[in-house]
């Protein structure tokens, strides 16, 4: 099992900035990933950035260059840094984990914080 916390979020200006964290708890060993994924009213769950186990990342276009994403391995934390917000950046954001093993992969899903951009 793992248990996955979100920090952070909340009411910005448009060319604002936020951060938002997510630790990962429990069975920490077979992470293979950390993500962010951000669902906007009425539309459907999208990846905003992903971080392999060995530092790889990736990004949703409309986020390159202004989002973030770094992850501290040894307490298991991935921090997404938003800059130049926008107003469609406006979301729930939830932290994703995901992890590996012989028999298995599963996905763990954090419960959401909500980022607004609005002037």
């Known amino acids: 099992q793992v248990q996955v916390a979100e920090s952070g979020g909340g009411l910005v200006q448009p060319g604002g900035s936020l951060r938002l964290s997510c630790a990962a708890s429990?069975?920490?060993?077979?992470?293979?990933?950390m993500a962010w994924y951000r669902q906007a009213p009425g539309k459907q769950r999208e990846l905003v950035a992903r971080?392999?186990?060995?530092?790889?990342?990736n990004y949703d276009d409309s986020v390159k260059g202004r989002f973030t994403i770094s992850r501290d391995i040894i307490r298991n934390v991935a921090t997404l840094q938003m800059n130049t917000l926008k107003p469609e950046d406006t979301a729930v954001y939830y932290c994703?984990?995901?992890?590996?093993?012989?028999?298995?992969?599963?996905?763990?899903w954090g419960q959401g914080t909500q980022v607004t951009v609005s002037s």
């Open positions: 971080i392999f186990k060995g530092g790889v990342t």
């Open positions: 994703n984990v995901e992890t590996r093993r012989i028999e298995a992969t599963q996905q763990w």
């Open positions: 429990g069975t920490t060993l077979y992470i293979y990933s």
